[in-house]
């Protein structure tokens, strides 16, 4: 299996509201990073987003939402598996 690395960190400075709708971030995301990575991994990145947007109440789906015990309970929700592994 291949060595799995991690990109630098993405940051846009068009997102300046808090209350930025979270599926346009997402939208602008995977339309940037096209031409940096492979396509399997861009559909990778667009499911993965696309199923956290939606995992969480629409209410919440803006930049706000965004915090690391979000993301943390949406992996629980989501990939049981994981829970059980660790």
Known sequence: ?????FPDSYR???VK????PLA???GWFI???ASDVEPTTL???RS????FCSWLPERERTMRSLEPETAERSLAALVPARREAS
């Open 31 to 33: 339309a940037d990073k």
């Open 48 to 51: 993965h987003l696309n199923l």
């Open 43 to 45: 559909r990778t990145y």
């Open 24 to 26: 346009d971030a997402i």
């Open 12 to 14: 846009d400075t068009r």
């Open 1 to 5: 299996m291949g060595e799995r690395t």
């Open 17 to 20: 509201r808090p209350d930025f």
